[in-house]
C-alpha cells in the first residue's frame, strides 16, 4: 500500500509565527507533490506544488521536498487567522500514474 | 476558471436505493475522479477516468461504479445504498500529465451523502 502520512494535529501556531506542516511517502517512485488547504465545509484548494529537491517559493508559502529522505513540507511564514485549516498532502506516482495519493491532512489552528 | 460543479450539496437517502451522483467540469479535462471523505480517512479515490468511456478502479471501488458518456460529465453511481456509503463526495478533474509536468487537480463543492 502506497502511503502518505501527516501528524493529524491539531496544530496551533501564534499569528504572525511560522507554521511547518510535515508529510512523509512510502513510494519512492513518487514524482510530484501537492499541498491543498481545506477550509471546514469546504472542497480542497491547491496551495502549491513541487517536484524537485530543495525549496519552491510563493508568497509566504514555501514547499521543501527532499527525495532522499521522502520528506515534503510546507512553511508558513506570518500566519494568520485566515491560514486556519486542513492541509492536505498529496503525491503522485511514477510517469504516467495520473492519481494523487492523498495523506489524512493536518489540522492547523492560528491563534490571535 | 475552471469550474467543476456538483448536482447537490445535500442527499439523503434510504437504504437499498441507487444513487447517482453527478459531477461536470468546463475546462475540457480530460482526467476525472471521485473520491469520498470522511473524519480520520482522509480523501479516498473511489474511481477515476481518463476519456470517455475508460475507467480505472480507485482504492475503494466496492458498492459503486462510474459511467463517463460525455468528457465533461463524471457519474457516480451507488447501486443498493447502505448506512456505510454515508459521507462526503467530491469530484475533481484535471488534466493529464503530459512530458513529465504536473497538474492540480481541481475539486468540486462535494455532496454530503445520508444513508439512512
Known amino acids: 500500500q502506497k502511503e502518505v502520512e501527516q501528524n493529524s494535529g491539531p496544530l496551533s501556531v501564534p499569528e504572525g509565527a511560522i507554521a511547518s506542516l510535515n508529510c512523509t511517502y512510502s513510494?519512492?517512485?513518487?514524482?510530484?507533490f501537492f499541498w491543498y488547504r481545506q477550509y471546514s465545509g469546504k472542497s480542497p484548494e491547491l496551495i502549491m506544488f513541487?517536484?524537485?529537491?530543495g525549496d519552491k517559493e510563493d508568497g509566504r508559502f514555501t514547499a521543501q521536498l527532499n527525495k532522499a529522505s521522502q520528506y515534503v513540507s510546507l512553511l508558513i511564514r506570518d500566519s494568520q487567522p485566515s491560514d486556519s485549516a486542513t492541509y492536505l498532502c498529496a503525491a503522485r506516482g511514477n510517469f504516467g500514474n495520473e492519481k494523487l495519493t492523498f495523506g489524512t491532512g493536518t489540522r492547523l489552528t492560528i491563534i490571535p | 476558471d475552471v469550474k467543476v460543479t456538483q448536482s447537490s450539496r445535500y442527499l439523503v437517502k434510504r437504504t437499498g436505493e441507487k444513487v447517482f451522483l453527478e459531477c461536470v467540469q468546463d475546462?475540457?479535462?480530460?482526467?476525472m475522479f471521485w473520491y469520498r471523505q470522511d473524519p480520520g480517512l482522509g480523501l479516498r479515490l473511489i474511481y477515476f477516468?481518463?476519456?470517455?468511456?475508460?475507467?480505472e478502479k480507485g482504492d475503494i471501488p466496492e458498492g459503486y461504479s462510474v459511467s463517463r458518456e460525455k468528457k465533461e460529465r463524471f457519474s457516480l453511481i451507488l447501486e443498493s445504498a447502505s448506512t456505510n456509503q454515508t459521507s462526503m463526495y467530491l469530484c475533481?478533474?484535471?488534466?493529464?500529465?503530459?512530458?513529465?509536468?504536473?497538474?492540480?487537480?481541481?475539486f468540486g463543492p462535494g455532496t454530503r451523502l445520508t444513508v439512512t
Open positions: 477516468s481518463y476519456d470517455v468511456k475508460m475507467k
Open positions: 513541487i517536484y524537485s529537491n
Open positions: 513510494d519512492r517512485g513518487s514524482q510530484s
Open positions: 475533481a478533474s484535471s488534466l493529464p500529465h503530459v512530458g513529465g509536468i504536473s497538474y492540480e487537480q481541481y
Open positions: 475546462m475540457d479535462h480530460e482526467n
